[in-house]
């Protein structure tokens, strides 16, 4: 009886501390079995730009982020972004996840990453699939997976099965334009001035007219050659099949790491003509989503680089579905990623645990998308903003995304 009595003390306690989370050696979080979402909360923001500038599908005039912040019955926050294209104001997904997801997710585990993000995306088959609503889902698993992180005191890289790689080289997303056509010597000098702040990879806007954009890369070619910079460019759907094949050969010589979005994504057939035609590797993948559609994607041998966003294809789930298909298809995944420091920190997470597509002793290894476009709250965004540091970004290792979002910041760029 003595020890019966005593066995009864030792679970009672516990208990207790599940309550608290407290966590077993093996890491597991004791609490998880009670662990409920207690609330989701859309936070879109918004700031008019100064300058605006130009991709090849019109004007960013103001810089946006739809943020979703959800919160435990024990009081753990965690804190997801829906990527907000150039041009789509961030109510669109604030909207969907307020009236669409949250009663639906509301009072369960934060836990059943896998299970909620089917039964979200089920749910919403009949008018989703695509778009702003696997945005919205991307955003909300996110905030799921660094509750899960906090929860079981690990980065969210280790609940993906481990670290390939603990820091990244990054490429500079930048050449937008701020008049029109006509501006290849200011894209030049923009070169100059990345390749001076230590990158070594960059990728030019494209997509404003065949003779510009032949004019704008043969000046900023022949202004690199030779300083060690890997160039990439992004049409971001501008052309159509025939346009495209005259763009990438007057290109062919200048060593492309990738030629991306050449066609516009519903147009596989295009994209498998130019995988087959053109001697650089074919990249896209930013608006594709989900496992069906990165299926469909691969399938139809459209591309060499496939490029999921965290916050559109449908968050870390879909990430790991990509991931699998791809390696099963010798597709290399490079993610993409043009949002705030929230989407930029759950990218380097999915990048850490990214395995190398072809395996061999010097593999080619992803990079790291960043934008250097005006963005004005992005850095402030965070406590610790992503830096780079000697040409290399590093990995973080707290726990969930490894991130703090200032309060102030939310509130300052509300809606």
């Not at 501390?17 to 004791?30: I, K, L, M, Q, Y």
């Not at 969210?156 to 937008?176: C, D, I, N």
């Not at 997509?207 to 050659?225: K, P, Q, R, S, T």
């Amino acid at each position: 009886h003595i020890r019966h009595g005593r066995m009864v003390t030792l679970l009672f306690s516990r208990h207790r501390s599940a309550a608290r989370h407290e966590t077993t050696p093996s890491g597991e979080p004791r609490g998880a079995i009670v662990m409920k979402i207690e609330s989701v909360t859309a936070h879109p923001l918004r700031t008019e730009l100064e300058t605006p500038f130009a991709f090849s599908q019109g004007w960013v005039r103001a810089r946006c982020a739809t943020l979703v912040e959800i919160r435990t019955n024990d009081g753990l926050v965690g804190w997801g972004e829906a990527f907000c294209q150039g041009l789509e104001a961030p109510e669109i997904s604030a909207t969907i996840i307020r009236d669409c997801f949250a009663w639906m997710i509301t009072g369960q585990s934060p836990l059943d990453t896998e299970r909620l993000w089917f039964e979200m995306y089920n749910r919403s088959r009949d008018f989703g699939r695509k778009g702003s609503v696997m945005a919205a889902i991307s955003a909300i698993d996110t905030a799921l997976w660094d509750i899960a992180g906090k929860a079981y005191g690990r980065p969210v890289w280790q609940l993906l099965g481990g670290a390939f790689r603990r820091e990244v080289k990054p490429y500079a997303t930048g050449f937008y334009r701020v008049t029109g056509q006509g501006e290849a010597a200011r894209l030049v000098e923009e070169a100059h001035m990345h390749r001076e702040r230590g990158f070594r990879f960059m990728k030019v806007k494209i997509g404003f007219g065949v003779e510009d954009d032949i004019e704008v890369m043969n000046a900023i070619h022949a202004a690199m050659e030779g300083s060690g910079v890997t160039l990439m460019v992004d049409a971001n759907h501008a052309y159509g099949r025939a346009e495209a094949v005259y763009l990438g050969e007057a290109m062919a010589d200048m060593g492309l790491r990738w030629f991306e979005e050449p066609v516009v994504p519903e147009d596989l057939e295009s994209y498998a003509h130019l995988r087959g035609r053109l001697p650089m590797a074919i990249a896209g993948g930013e608006n594709e989503h989900g496992l069906y559609g990165f299926n469909a994607l691969f399938r139809a041998g459209a591309v060499d680089i496939a490029q999921p966003d965290i916050g559109s294809c449908g968050g870390i789930p879909s990430m790991r579905h990509i991931m699998a298909l791809a390696q099963a298809s010798g597709i290399e995944v490079n993610p993409h990623v043009w949002g705030s420091s929230v989407a930029q920190a759950a990218s380097l997470q999915v990048i850490a645990a990214l395995p190398d597509a072809h395996h061999a002793l010097f593999a080619r290894q992803p990079i790291l998308e960043y934008d250097q476009s005006a963005h004005p709250f992005r850095n402030d965004l965070t406590t610790r903003p992503m830096t780079m540091k000697e040409g290399r970004v590093a990995i973080p290792d707290a726990p969930g995304l490894g991130i703090e979002v200032r309060r102030d910041t939310v509130e300052a760029y509300r809606i």
